[in-house]
């Protein structure tokens, strides 16, 4: 059965450390996408991947880095420039041409679990 | 640039009834598509249904139907015989076209549903 799963599901840091965000898809997806979610709000888009070994930088990109060496992993690196990065992170992915009214055919992103990051 | 508003914070609907979402959005591209997902107290997003902007008629999904009123930007959500299983945070969501965009979503702030027995 087909999915993205994203670990750990919560993740406390200290403050001035890096950590590393898992998120692996067996859809066959070719773009992947993190967004973070703050209390009360909407999804905003961190980086995003349409293909192995290439990525862009979202709304929200500072402070954050990521990775595309397979097809089937992005992982999110917050680092210690990110300034307030407590919040909640789903990792998204989806395929990048029009196929029809089947599941994933508009294109729509699949979304894993998501991460609760706490900088303590 | 793209631009999604869910007005309605928060509301209540009894279980049985309908419940309507609103949503509006603004963009001066013609060719976009809509999207609204679900996300549960467990956080993970569910897709629900969707709309092109050339979709001659408006998405049905089983209890899911999309009031698409294309002249006035809105793509309202609705859902027909509420269930205590539809107590969720509600996202409109608008996709920016083009093949550079990367099949990016904008995101509305969501409208928080509590279903009442």
């Known amino acids: 059965d087909g999915g993205i799963t994203q670990s750990p599901k919560y993740l406390f840091r200290k403050e001035g450390q890096n950590v590393t965000l898992s998120c692996e898809q067996n859809?066959?997806?070719?773009?992947m996408y993190w967004y973070r979610q703050d209390p009360g709000q909407g999804l905003r888009l961190i980086y995003y991947?349409?293909?192995?070994?290439?990525?862009q930088k979202g709304d929200i990109a500072e402070g954050y880095s990521v990775s595309r060496e397979k097809k089937e992993s992005f992982p999110l690196t917050v680092t210690s420039a990110q300034k307030n990065p407590t919040a909640f992170y789903l990792c998204?992915?989806?395929?990048?041409?029009?196929?029809?009214?089947?599941?994933?055919?508009?294109?729509?992103?699949?979304f894993g679990p998501g991460t609760r990051l706490t900088v303590l | 640039a793209q631009k999604i508003t869910q007005t309605q914070p928060g509301m209540f609907v009894q279980e049985k009834e309908a419940v309507t979402l609103d949503c509006t959005y603004d963009?001066?591209?013609?060719?976009?598509?809509l999207f609204w997902y679900k996300q549960p107290s467990s956080g993970e997003m569910i897709f629900l249904i969707y709309?092109?902007?050339?979709?001659?008629q408006n998405a049905t999904e089983g209890r899911y139907s999309l009031n698409f009123q294309k002249a006035r930007k809105s793509a309202n959500l609705v859902i027909s015989a509420s269930q205590l299983g539809d107590s969720a945070i509600y996202f409109c969501?608008?996709?920016?076209?083009?093949?550079?965009?990367?099949?990016?979503?904008?995101f509305g702030g969501g409208t928080r549903v509590l279903v009442k027995p």
């Open positions: 998204a992915s989806s395929i990048t041409g029009t196929s029809g009214r089947r599941r994933g055919g508009y294109n729509e992103q699949f």
């Open positions: 709309q092109g902007s050339y979709d001659q």
């Open positions: 963009t001066s591209d013609p060719s976009y598509g």
């Open positions: 859809l066959n997806h070719d773009a």
């Open positions: 991947s349409q293909i192995v070994n290439d990525f």
């Open positions: 969501a608008m996709r920016v076209p083009g093949k550079a965009a990367g099949n990016k979503l904008t």
